[in-house]
């Protein structure tokens, strides 16, 4: 029998060992969708994503992944497969994984911007981590959750109203209890639209609003919010991403919270925000962010003036959500997630744990396999950094 000072004793070796990363693996493959996802932003007909392998000399594999918006981060599938292929896989060969901080400050001093490229790497070395600790990344990172579930939304392509008080009824049958809204479209359609969802479900249910920027500014945000705010439990992004004082406005003149997205990607932007009073909750996404580092830095601003925080998303495939699910569960100050990427599509190349409106991690590390076959079969290009 192992007694617990040796197992920490083996432990602690196990995590001192040096490592290296030998090689980099990264596939570009396409996932379908049930049905194409529709914001005021753009049409999603299928997620074009980047699935990274980063090797370690001792057996230890981390994965990661990119899931480019161009409309967010000015990224597309080809050019982040570019960024990691010729900068990012070169550089990290023969570092230590265990090395995160420094490795990230190395790729942001050669690549400005790609934050869903820096995403794709700094995530595999997350899971690194958490696999050469033997532990879950949620409990290395914070261990706030007692238990590894975390409860998603629903999120509502835009639609005509009655269609999307149809698929709200058909979300609360199936078992969700929270109902995400894109909105963003003419005001008058979209009071419509929240009007008709929320006279559809019990009042029971969370709904919340998400105009992705459509809006534009605060008199036509106004005109939309004065229909719908007593039905909402939050309006997201309402204006323009760079009318930063048109959401200070918003926030003097409505009742519900309001919550930044696109006006804030990082750490630094989220302090901006706090110090003009712009946000009542802050959207954190990985993508943003460029992985899991800056997320908690961000995390910890928002926390630091007292607000909480959601993990949102991308529409990222079984990678990316397991990475946001493990940051969920590590922290207290992140009330809300969107992990939804799983529930929209009809394939998965990884086994996640997931089950209307429920998605379940363990670990090691991340704690998902990818599913080889699978990945076979959606995939449209592979390339190998390192040694073949």
């Known amino acids: ?45 299928e997620l074009e994503r980047v699935l990274v392998e980063v090797e370690t000399d001792v057996g230890i594999t981390g994965l990661g992944e990119a899931a480019p918006a161009y409309e967010v981060t000015g990224e597309t599938q080809r050019s982040t497969a570019a960024v990691i292929e010729d900068i990012l896989a070169p550089l990290v060969l023969d570092t230590n994984p265990l090395d ?22 700094e995530l595999a070395l997350q899971d690194i981590r958490g696999k050469a600790a033997e532990m879950p990344l949620y409990r290395l990172l914070g261990g706030n959750a007692t238990e590894s579930v975390i409860n998603v939304p629903k999120v509502l392509s835009i639609k005509d109203p009655g269609e999307m008080a149809e698929d709200a009824v058909d979300a609360v049958e199936a078992g969700y209890k929270q109902i995400k809204i894109k909105v963003g479209d003419k005001p008058e359609t979209d009071v419509k639209r929240v009007e008709k969802i929320a006279t559809a479900v019990p009042e029971s249910v969370s709904l919340k609003a ?16 004065q229909g719908i705010s007593d039905y909402l439990d939050v309006i997201e992004q309402p204006v323009a991403k760079e009318n930063v004082e ?11 919270p309001v919550m930044p997205d696109e006006s804030v990607k990082t750490a630094s932007d989220c302090l901006d925000l706090v110090n003009r009073g712009a946000g009542d909750i802050y959207n954190i996404k990985l993508m943003k962010t460029g ?13 630091a003036d007292n607000r909480p925080t959601q993990l949102g998303s991308m529409v990222e495939g079984g990678v990316g959500t397991a990475a946001g699910v493990h940051f969920c569960l590590a922290f207290e100050n992140v009330i809300w ?52």
């Open 291 to 303: 992985g899991i580092g800056e997320a908690i830095r961000l995390n910890t601003v928002a926390e």
């Open 246 to 256: 048109d959401l200070v406005t918003l926030r003097n003149r409505v009742d519900i």
């Open 337 to 388: 997630n969107e992990m939804v990427g799983p529930f929209m599509t009809t394939a998965n190349v990884t086994d996640l744990d997931f089950t209307v409106p429920e998605i379940s991690v363990e670990g090691p590390g991340l704690g998902i396999e990818i599913d080889r076959d699978k990945l076979d079969e959606l995939r449209t290009d592979c390339t190998v950094i390192g040694r073949q």
């Open 1 to 45: 029998m192992i007694l617990a000072h040796e197992f920490s004793r083996i432990l602690s070796y196990r995590v001192m060992v040096p490592m290296r990363i030998e090689r980099v693996t990264i596939h570009q493959y396409n996932i379908p969708l049930e049905e194409p996802f529709v914001t005021a932003l753009n049409p999603i007909p």
């Open 210 to 225: 998400d105009a992705n920027q459509g809006w534009g500014d605060a008199k036509t945000a106004l005109r939309a919010l």
């Open 100 to 121: 995160i901080e420094r490795i990230v400050g190395d790729m942001e001093a050669l690549v400005d911007g790609s934050r869903t490229a820096h995403a794709g790497i």
